[in-house]
């Protein structure tokens, strides 16, 4: 009986405490409803929030509202200065860049912003003791002049015109010298993510930086000294790691989270039902520069025959792909460049499902049908692999739908899909595949010379390394690559780039699938959310966000 | 017993090493390495991979890489994380207490049900309750534990909304909301209500597990002689279960709880997943798919010093609790 | 995860009759094996899922592998043309339960073979020779027991291929120290026995006292010990499956099916691609748990003696 008595009394005691807390707690229990925090859900938690040494698109997301860049680009897709008074001034010959900062802007512990700053940023991204993720655009310089506090000139090595671009990222957010100099010297000439600064950032930017709870969240509050008059509106900013798509969703419905930004595919539907059963949401739905491709090792014999590749594109049906296992959530890909970039091709060779034209292709190229269903060519069977990192049930689809299409068109094909660690550490760079499935991202500039130029050829044997991964080359395609990194004016880049998409599509060293596109689900009062689909992320203008 | 408490710690420490050579071996031979975490991002160049391989030291042969962590770890550094370049031991220091808050909430709740109904079903054998008891106890051993996750969270997250869906707490949480006298009990449950469907997940097989080891140990020991003898001098059936019977009954299990540790750590890789629990199961999944080497070191050691540790702590206590038995090594 | 094994058969692991000289052995056995309703009830469950394993391609409607993209052919509900409905990529989950049933059966008694056999052998010789070798063999199992066995899995998991032998290989390195332990335990008891000095006395070779003496005594607990061990492994390999370690497509599983399904929006569109694979997986577990369970009561003169 004794027993039973104190069960009884813990249940009620429960019971209670639960009830009194829910009663007062209808404002704060399961959802900030308070208007001055704004909780954004993440999937991953970051690793250092310094920007010289992030990489990390998660990292930018928060980093946008600790830091300022030179410039942004906007969510039309143009430049626009940020922390410069205008876009930088460029010479004749393209190769100097003059740069003229706003007066005035202050650090979150007052101290003015100036072109030394900057400067540092330079000497930190090239400093040998720093694990700097990239230092591309850093090596194309050749001078940095200071001219005074505002004003500095960069001297290029040679023509980029793709260089400028970079500034408008988080690579090249500016962090204060007068604190990270110390820092830099008290660890023995390195900055790293360990290090004070990555866990303690101060910035320029909208938001100053409150508190980081590894796999929790990272809270900013507003900068009142920011330099735009009047901004940010929204006092609170709280990043939440929720490491799960499941549970961001569950999370978004319940109200834990406000922000539901990079929604999978087939949650789109979800988000609308939604909306129109009266939640107070508004769903974005956007092409971004990510696209997943079927790169084929042009070094394996079967697939150095064009017609090959032509035939197992026409064989595979990419629009019922999109449509079914993307929900219709993704823009169907013919090149590498985003249809909503300006240098975008619209009609390019384009792959529709074909299973006739590719079993016609294959018996051009010699493949011909055996008893068994499978061709085969001088003795050697038409079988291969396919492989994609394991996990990833979009791509993995991808591969299962691949392997009945292109078996039916008389290929053997075998799935082996690895760990993305194994993929990308040891297949692709030891390019032990057939086939390989992932995705790239790209930025807004049509560029693509790392994946296509005969320089970037990886080869294990003689430890050229690069990301030309498929072993592509086209002597004529490497003019045309660094002859788009040098003309300056944009309607004859176009131009160059018009007929890199057509020897693309047409010689297909990958087959490109689809763009990616981003879904960002927010609460209906949020004013002034303009989705970006670059690397500025959608927190670009965080400071113009407020409550409507 | 000094002697033996001493040579039970050198082996332990022995066994340690050979813990860490075994589980470095395995690491390091695995395909694939920490730069994993750079591709599909085409603006890290393969140029820039190697610089970053020769500044992280990975260009190293392994067993140079063995030498320089275990010189680093006796003296008590681990490395630093690949991923985050902060000491292991901060990485593992900020994730121990939530799992740590976990596992002893889950053990709490284990013990807490499995002890008595444990005892009530070996008591009433073949009742009607020991049956259903029975059944419960395979009902948790045998359903997929992040199947069960998933169903509490659709159940008390999305339909009735009375518990949060993952997390660990409240980032907006301010106290002074709540009128004052309750505000105490806010708080509690304010911590208290992240826990709540983790540890019920996480205790799950141990609750089902254990009750059957104490049903079936206190079965045992009820038909010893000496409790047929108590019976037979008319002591009390209750004194004689709760007395003579209970105290014998617990050793065995102590033991078994000591054992069933390393699988507190395995149950909260998933759990911690499901939850969105910000502990070293979470931490061990990062690692191990960035190819973490120094965090995952770092684990595999805490793990394995706790899990001896555990041991050894069950087998003194089960030396006390029953002094028939000598302590041995 | 295999500590459920450890339920019944324990440590404390009595002694067992000498099956070879009860010649009318299996009778009594079936006798006491009957009394257990929920035994009886769950060998026919067990029998009748391994039927319709092995018999699948007769049982199934539809071809298990075939996508289908036609949007009206997805995530149909239960009906007489696809008696559980269809998938998200319009497969027939009828015709993917009975396939995903091999896999997960064929994953589990590889893994029940190579455990039970590494753990048998390993225990056996420990137990048989004892003193130092005995001391530093079982030392080497409880360093193996104190790391946590889904650490040991997801580190073991890069070296092998993802498929059904990889995965029970996986599974068994890190699930036979426990029946080492067991076998150990009754080797150091019976080697004490009259018959094995009438053996050694004989002059017969230790090998053969270990493998055709010794071990055939031990029968009994192992067989329980391997039963339950089919069912434990069935759940960690769901779980692999659930971390992503599992079969890999176009292979699948129970658990990869229903790891597959573990999708809020599937579950709601289509709650049968993950209802049945789970409910497959709970009562096959169960029936090998309850199974073992009966085996265990059938087969231990001790606790029968009790009543």
């Known amino acids: ?351 529709d499902y074909d299973p006739d034209k590719a079993a016609q292709l294959l018996e051009e190229a010699g493949w011909k049908l055996g008893a068994d269903g499978v061709r085969a060519k001088d003795g050697k069977k038409l079988s291969f692999s396919i492989t994609t990192n394991s996990g990833n049930k979009i791509r993995e689809k991808f591969n299962e739908i691949a392997k009945q299409e292109w078996d039916a068109v008389g290929c053997d094909v075998t799935i082996q899909n690895y760990e993305a660690s194994t993929l990308f550490g040891d297949i692709l760079e030891n390019v032990k595949f057939d086939i390989a499935v992932f995705g790239w991202s790209a930025g807004f500039d049509p560029d693509c010379k790392t994946l296509y130029h005969t320089e970037q050829i990886v080869d294990p044997a003689t430890g050229a390394t690069g990301q030309n991964y498929v072993g592509y080359s086209n002597p004529h395609l490497d003019q045309l690559l660094d002859a788009g990194l040098k003309e300056p004016d944009q309607e004859k880049r176009k131009e160059i780039y018009y007929e890199i998409q057509d020897i693309l599509a047409e010689d297909v060293p990958y087959i490109f699938v689809y763009y990616y596109n981003e879904i960002a689900a927010v609460p209906a009062n949020l004013a002034n959310f303009k989705p970006n689909p670059t690397q500025a992320t959608n927190t670009w203008n965080m400071y113009e966000w407020e409550w409507k | 017993m000094g002697r033996k408490v001493i040579k039970r710690i050198l082996v332990s420490i022995l066994s340690l090493f050979v813990i860490s050579i075994f589980s470095f071996a395995l690491m390091q031979l695995a395909p694939g390495g920490p730069m994993a975490m750079y591709a599909e991002n085409p603006k890290i160049t393969a140029a820039d991979k190697e610089r970053i391989k020769v500044q992280m030291g990975l260009d190293k042969p392994v067993h140079i890489r063995y030498y320089r962590w275990i010189t680093h770890m006796l003296r008590g550094d681990m490395g630093k994380s690949y991923m985050t370049g902060r000491p292991v031991s901060t990485e593992i220091l900020t994730r121990l207490p939530a799992t740590l808050k976990l596992m002893f909430a889950s053990f709490i709740i284990s013990v807490g049900i499995a002890i008595p109904i444990g005892i009530y079903s070996a008591t009433h054998r073949y009742s009607f309750a020991d049956q259903i008891v029975t059944f419960g106890s395979f009902f948790g051993i045998s359903i997929p534990s992040f199947w069960f996750g998933l169903l509490m969270i659709l159940v008390f997250s999305l339909s009735l909304k009375i518990l949060p869906a993952g997390g660990y707490s409240t980032p907006w949480f301010d106290p002074s909301e709540y009128p004052l006298i309750i505000r105490p009990i806010a708080v509690f449950i304010e911590n208290f209500k992240y826990l709540i469907m983790p540890a019920i997940v996480l205790s799950l097989m141990n609750t089902a597990s254990w009750s059957r080891y104490m049903r079936s140990s206190m079965l045992d020991v009820i038909n010893q002689d000496y409790i047929r003898t108590a019976r037979a001098k008319g002591v009390p059936e209750k004194q004689v279960v709760n007395k003579h019977a209970l105290r014998n009954a617990m050793t065995p299990i102590i033991t078994i709880m000591g054992l069933d540790l390393p699988s507190f750590f395995a149950g909260a890789v998933i759990t911690e997943t499901i939850f969105a629990w910000p502990g070293m199961g979470r931490l061990f999944i990062t690692a191990v798919n960035n190819r973490d080497y120094q965090v995952l070191m770092g684990i595999v050691m805490v793990t394995a010093v706790l899990v001896l540790l555990g041991n050894f702590i069950a087998d003194l206590l089960y030396s006390i609790l029953d002094p028939r038995v000598k302590y041995e090594g | 995860m295999a500590k459920d094994l450890e339920i019944i058969t324990g440590e404390n692991q009595t002694e067992f009759g000498n099956m070879q000289e009860h010649t009318g052995l299996f009778k009594e056995f079936w006798r006491a094996f009957r009394k257990n309703r929920l035994s009886v009830i769950s060998c026919i469950i067990l029998l009748l899922i391994i039927i319709s394993a092995v018999l699948a391609p007769l049982l199934a409607t539809h071809d298990p592998y075939r996508i289908n993209l036609a949007k009206e052919l997805q995530k149909l509900p239960p009906s007489s043309e696809h008696y559980l409905g269809t998938d998200d990529m319009g497969r027939d989950v009828w015709s993917r339960m009975l396939y995903g049933s091999r896999i997960s059966l064929v994953v589990s008694f590889l893994t029940m073979i190579i455990s039970v056999t590494l753990g048998a052998a390993y225990g056996a010789i420990s137990g048989y020779y004892g003193g130092r070798i005995d001391s530093l063999m079982m030392r080497v199992v409880d360093v193996l027991l104190s790391l946590p066995t889904m650490f040991l899995l997801i580190i073991l998991a890069a070296f092998v291929k993802p498929n059904a032998l990889g995965i029970a290989l996986i599974i068994g390195f890190t699930s036979w120290m426990r029946v080492a332990r067991l076998v150990r335990g009754q080797f150091l008891s019976l080697k004490e026995q009259e018959f094995v000095e009438a053996a050694r006395a004989l002059g017969y070779s230790n090998a053969r006292i270990i493998f055709r003496h010794i071990l055939p005594n031990v029968t009994a607990p192992i067989i329980v010990n391997a039963t339950l061990m089919v069912a434990s492994a069935i759940l960690v390999e769901s779980t692999l499956s659930f971390l992503g370690l599992g079969v890999q497509p176009p292979q699948f599983s129970w658990g990869s099916m229903l790891t597959n399904a573990q999708d809020l929006i599937l579950l709601k569109e289509a709650p049968w691609t993950a209802v049945f694979p789970g409910i497959a997986i709970f009562l096959t577990v169960l029936s090998f748990n309850f199974f073992g369970d009966g085996l265990r009561d059938a087969l231990d003169p001790k606790l029968k003696n009790i009543k």
């Open chain 1, 1 to 351: 009986m004794k027993k039973k008595n104190v069960t009884l009394i813990i249940v009620a005691v429960l019971v209670v405490a639960f009830g009194l807390y829910y009663a007062f707690a209808s404002k704060s229990a399961l959802g900030p409803k308070k208007k001055d925090v704004l909780v954004w859900g993440m999937l991953t938690d970051v690793e250092t929030l310094n920007p010289i040494l992030s990489e990390a698109s998660a990292e930018t997301i928060m980093m946008n509202g600790i830091f300022s860049t030179l410039m942004k680009v906007n969510d039309k897709l143009e430049f626009e200065p940020d922390l410069l008074e205008e876009l930088p001034e460029v010479s004749e010959d393209g190769k100097v860049y003059t740069f003229k900062l706003r007066k005035g802007v202050k650090f979150h512990d007052g101290v003015e912003l100036t072109a030394e700053d900057v400067e540092f940023l330079y000497e930190m991204k090239m400093a040998p003791g720093n694990i700097v993720p990239s230092r591309a655009m850093w090596e194309k310089i050749d001078k940095f002049e200071i001219i005074d506090d505002y004003n500095f000139k960069i001297t290029l090595k040679e023509l980029d015109v793709t260089w400028l671009e970079g500034w408008a990222y988080s690579e090249c957010m500016i962090p204060p010298k007068h604190i990270l100099e110390k820092e830099y010297a008290e660890n023995g000439n390195s900055l790293t993510k360990g290090g004070e600064f990555s866990r303690n950032p101060i910035g320029s930017g909208p938001y100053k930086f409150i508190e980081w709870k590894a796999n929790e969240y990272v809270k900013l509050e507003r900068f009142d000294d920011y330099y735009r008059e009047g901004s940010p509106k929204i006092k609170t900013i709280v990043y939440k790691v929720v490491p799960d798509t499941n549970s961001l969703l569950a999370q978004f419905k319940s109200g834990e989270i406000d922000v539901y930004d990079g929604a999978q595919a087939n949650q789109y539907k979800e988000l609308l039902a939604m909306k129109e059963a009266g939640q107070k949401i508004e769903v974005h739905k956007y092409p971004a520069y990510v696209y997943m491709h079927a790169d084929f090792n042009l070094r394996n014999p079967i697939f150095a025959d064009k017609r090959v590749r032509q035939a197992l594109c026409y064989a595979f049906p990419k629009q019922q792909f999109i449509d079914t296992v993307l929900d219709g959530i993704g823009t169907w890909a013919d090149s590498c460049v985003a249809p909503n970039c300006w240098a975008f091709k619209p009609e390019l060779k384009r792959y």
